[in-house]
């Protein structure tokens, strides 16, 4: 071969690099983890073991339905899951980003609460004194949030716009439908902009279609890049995650099975 020919490759790979992403590999890196998790309430002088062995990843981006029976522990693992509440004593972890939530200091768990997770409840709980738009700022004014009271109520009022409030902003909850009240609650959720939201039967306390509005907006927000966890005890609800896990005697049942 002559050396023009050598200098005028017809085909030629350089420092080539090819890393694949094998499933296992993304599924290794969960944004949030329980492992293990174990709770028992003290009822007067009784023990009611509620999660034995409960563990759960959850992937950034993914919405995962926690399915059970009412009593099963559901509200129970997520309130461990959102740092509401603490696991038994040596009752397991919960990791964010792979860091133990419950081993960090209680300003430090107070701030992974306040700022990185977003709750969403069954019953709303909004404050009846306060406006939907005060109700909507009030986690961004508790502990070390650093948003300015300005930037709050600019960024309440286009989360309740986009929610279809915008005409409701002084209004006070109990003038509002139940699927008002709790898409307020989920723009609550939402001003800390939080990495994941928390959903404790949130279409519970709602009629079909108006619980439908609200599956709409959480599925809006997750194709917009949020992580879901939901947790319900209606099969169809269940459905509309990418994954669904079954919580049954104080264990998540990994597939789900459905009786
Ligand atoms: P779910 O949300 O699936 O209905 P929960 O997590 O609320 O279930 O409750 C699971 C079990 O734990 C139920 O039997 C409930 O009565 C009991 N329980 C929940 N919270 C407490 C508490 N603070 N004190 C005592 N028992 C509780
Ligand atoms: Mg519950």
Redesign the pocket.
């Known amino acids: 071969m002559s050396d023009v020919e050598r200098n005028n490759p017809i085909l030629e790979g350089r420092h080539l690099k090819k890393t694949y992403q094998l499933g296992h590999a993304k599924r290794n890196n969960p944004i949030l983890e329980g492992r293990h998790l174990k ?1 028992t ?3 007067g002088h009784a023990n ?1 073991p ?1 999660l034995l062995d409960a563990s759960l990843e959850v992937q950034q981006g993914e919405w995962v339905t926690i399915l ?12 461990l899951l959102g740092g509401l ?1 603490r696991p038994d004593e040596n009752g397991g972890e919960v990791l964010f980003h792979g860091e133990s939530v419950w081993g960090r200091s209680n300003k430090n768990i107070n701030r992974y609460r306040n700022t990185e997770i977003g709750f969403v409840f069954q019953f709303y709980h909004l404050l009846p004194e306060l406006t939907i738009l005060e109700n909507t700022t009030l986690p961004s004014m508790v502990g070390n949030s650093t948003m300015s009271t300005s930037a709050a109520r600019e960024r309440a009022t286009t989360l309740l716009e986009q929610f279809g409030l915008g005409h409701r902003l002084l209004h006070r909850p109990r003038e509002l439908s139940g699927g008002e009240r709790q898409r307020a609650a989920i723009a609550r959720a939402l001003i800390n902009e939080p990495s994941i939201l928390l959903a ?2 949130p279409t519970g306390n709602l009629d079909e279609d108006t619980g439908n509005e609200i599956l709409d907006v959480l599925r809006q927000l997750h194709q917009d890049g949020l992580t879901v966890v939901l ?1 319900t ?1 209606n099969m169809d609800i269940a459905s509309r995650g990418d994954c669904i896990v079954h ?1 049954r005697n104080g264990v998540i049942e990994h597939p789900a099975t459905v009786a």
Do not use: A, C
């Open positions: 709770k309430y003290q009822l009611v509620v059970g029976s009412s009593g099963s522990g559901k509200s129970t693992v997520l309130h509440d404790d039967e947790v005890h919580l």
